[in-house]
């Protein structure tokens, strides 16, 4: 669901300084952040990491009885 939920957003990067990709690996989702600058990279990551906790809110809300 998170992987599916993102996907869209490595497909087109935000900024020319850094990339993403997410891939899944069993249970685990993959994140690998390239950058050409620390600046970059950190708000990439910042980015990513708040959706993904947005998404894993979200999810537990919707499972919540």
């Not at 685990?28 to 998404?55: F, G």
């Amino acid at each position: 669901m998170v992987l599916t939920s993102l996907k869209p957003e490595t497909s087109t990067p935000s900024s020319h300084r850094a990339r993403i990709t997410l891939k899944k690996d069993d249970k685990l989702l993959v994140l690998t952040a390239e950058a050409n600058d620390t600046v970059a990279l950190r708000a990439s990551l910042n980015a990513y990491l708040r959706w993904i906790n947005s998404i894993l809110k979200v999810l537990e809300v919707l499972e919540a009885p």
